[in-house]
């Protein structure tokens, strides 16, 4: 039976790259309750970033031999997207936890969300995907939604300033990192896409974290617990759907699961840690899903 859609209406692969893109963002935004937990058991933020590329590997190699068995396709082997995805995904992750230890988490959590931002000025440019008018005004949506989110929680200060910047750089690297893995997905299944973009993201943060830290075992089962579900969960798990939808799904719509992961990560702040909801919070969710909506995929 083929899967065909109405006219002027998404196809079923298109909301299935959808609920993918919905599912991932769930799975990212709970990555910093691991990592809470991780540091807890005296891991460091690279050592625990490192882990949770490294730890996600073998998940990773088994989604992408049993995607080409069943395909039928020939291994891709490496690409230089490959590598670019790996090396961008790595400086995401380096400068996201620069902002963390250098500046307040709302600041870190608000910068990072911009991302979206650099994908629309370049989607265009670097890869050929003109961002649509309504992508764009579901972006400006959004970007006000995550402002009200998160900014009531967020402030200025001048001993911080270098930790926003190194935020900023966090949706910088992020940003690109849509764009290369939508590039990568053009020619290659997600599956070997992750698993070898992947392998580099690890070996550079390896040497971050080798360079910078040296506390490589957490203390205790519940430690190491949290950086396995930080690897299959948020990793393997989130970074999984999301390279699956970038398969079907413009990068710009995509970048918007960056909003979607700022309301779970809020929505888990406050089931497990009894972080507040306020009506500002509330608004800034509901302008966030507003947004999300009007940028939806017509066709």
């Known amino acids: 039976m083929t899967l065909t859609a109405r006219p002027g209406r998404p196809s079923p692969v298109v909301l299935i790259a959808v609920a993918a893109l919905v599912a991932g963002a769930v799975a990212m935004a709970i990555s910093p309750v691991f990592v809470r937990v991780a540091g807890a058991a005296d891991v460091g933020p690279f050592t625990s970033a490192f882990y949770r590329v490294f730890l996600a590997l073998p998940l990773l190699w088994v989604w992408a031999r049993l995607e080409l068995s069943r395909s039928g396709q020939p291994d891709p082997g490496w690409t230089w997207q490959m590598v670019v995805v790996g090396l961008l995904f790595a400086g995401d992750l380096f400068f996201w936890h620069l902002a963390v230890l250098k500046t307040t988490i709302a600041n870190a959590t608000l910068l990072a969300t911009m991302a979206p931002i650099w994908v629309a000025a370049f989607s265009s440019l670097f890869i050929g995907e003109p961002v649509t008018r309504p992508t764009i005004l579901g972006l400006a949506i959004c970007v006000a939604g995550g402002a009200v989110l998160v900014g009531s929680s967020s402030s200025y200060a001048p001993e911080r300033f270098l930790g926003d910047l190194f935020g900023i750089g966090t949706s910088f690297f992020f940003g690109l990192y849509f764009l290369a893995v939508r590039v990568a997905r053009r020619t290659a299944p997600a599956g070997a896409v992750l698993f070898r973009s992947t392998i580099v993201t690890a070996a550079a943060l390896a040497v971050v974290a080798g360079v910078t830290e040296n506390s490589w075992l957490p203390a205790g089962w519940l430690g190491a617990g949290a950086l396995v579900l930080m690897a299959w969960v948020s990793h393997a798990g989130g970074q999984g759907l999301l390279a699956y939808a970038l398969g079907h799904l413009s990068a710009a719509f995509s970048s918007l699961v960056i909003f979607l992961e700022a309301v779970a990560g809020a929505l888990f702040?406050?089931?497990?840690?009894?972080?507040?909801?306020?009506?500002?919070?509330?608004?800034?969710?509901?302008?966030?899903l507003a947004g999300i909506w009007i940028a939806r995929p017509r066709s």
């Open 269 to 288: 702040g406050w089931l497990i840690y009894g972080e507040a909801l306020g009506p500002l919070e509330l608004l800034g969710g509901a302008g966030i």
